[in-house]
Structure formats: C-alpha cells, structure tokens
C-alpha cells in the first residue's frame, strides 16, 4: 500500500480531536484508529447523518445507515463471529468483527471493517474472501436490518471499494441487507488543511 498516503492521512489526524481518551495520543495504526471509533461509537458522538455511504446497491439511500445507527444499542470491538456447524466455522468462525453495533431489540446489526492500508486477514476476492465471509455470517443472522461497513481513508476508497463490490455481486442472499463503504474522514469530519 502507499505509504506516504498513510503517513499524510495519520499526519492529519495530528491537531484534530481524534485521539484516545485514555492517553490523548494520536493513532498511528489501524487497530488504534479502530479503538478510537468504536469509543466514539458506543458514546453515540459520530454524526451518521452527516456522512454519505457509498453503497454497494445503489437503491439503497445514504439515510439507511444513519437510521440504523440512531437506534439504542451497543458497540462491541473485536467481537467473535460465533458459528454452529463445521461448515460455518470454517467460513467465518475463527474470524472476529473489528466492531459490531446491536440495535438493543437486536433487530439491527451492522458490522465494521476497519482499513487503513491493510490486506484481509482472509484473501480479497470471493467466494473466499474476508468480506465474502463477513456478509454470508450477517446474511445468516436473525434481524431486519444487517450491513457492513467498511471504514476507509478516502486515498484507498476505490481499492477497498471493488472488493466490497465483489464480494455483494457473489452473494446469493442479500434480503435486508447492505454494505457501504465511508470513509475515515467523514466518520470523524476531518478536511485536509
């Protein structure tokens, strides 16, 4: 991945409000920029509803998500992906959601991929890759509303955007779902200086 891309966008995170509450340092990985946003998230201090989703299926409107996310609910990091079978274990069993929100009627889910210049931890492109993995175990569960989104910063958005694409156009069961891809910036509503 382009690492002085990397370096500009946690450069840009220097001097703003995104940092940690326990220490008041920057992130400067990907798993500290995730810890950052699910403690912004469970707190409910993200405006959803100032930031435009680039969903895979387009007559999914950017008010989706922010509706969802208005919902009382919980905010989990690193949250296993429990199965039932063998077969299910061996998709998504040994795999842990970067974090998961649950509506507190548990009707809506939604589960975040954090990236930042990173690969998947199980291969890009379907029908085995990560993001393949993580729709089908959300395709599986119970509720009215399931999505996943995958966080980006906006100079990696097109490369992290086709294998989301990918990964929806293989799957065989998308009722009541979605996937989107919003990135880092407009989570936190960070400009460039």
């Not at 991945?1 to 500009?8: I, K, Q, S, T, Y």
Request: glycine fraction near 6%; aromatic fraction near 14%.
């Amino acid at each position: 991945m382009p690492r002085p891309e990397v370096d500009d966008f946690f450069n840009l995170l220097e001097g703003k409000e995104v940092r940690d509450p326990l220490t008041s340092l920057y992130p400067g990985r990907e798993v500290e920029l995730q810890a950052i946003f699910v403690y912004r998230q469970a707190r409910q201090k993200i405006e959803w509803s100032g930031v435009a989703p680039r969903f895979v299926d387009a007559s999914i409107t950017s008010s989706a998500l922010s509706s969802v996310l208005s919902q009382p609910g919980l905010t989990l990091s690193e949250y296993p992906l429990f199965s039932a079978s063998g077969e299910q274990t061996n998709r998504w069993g040994w795999m842990r959601a970067d974090a998961i929100y649950m509506s507190n009627d548990l009707r809506h889910k939604v589960m975040f991929e954090a990236k930042v210049d990173g690969f998947f931890t199980y291969a890009e492109w379907p029908p085995d890759g990560q993001l393949s993995r993580q729709l089908e175990y959300l395709g599986a569960l119970k509720g009215e509303i399931k999505g996943l989104v995958l966080l980006s910063p906006k100079f990696n958005v097109d490369w992290y955007w086709e294998r989301l694409s990918c990964a929806w156009k293989a799957l065989t069961f998308r009722d009541r779902m979605f996937a989107c891809v919003v990135t880092w910036e407009e989570v936190f509503g960070l400009h460039a200086s």
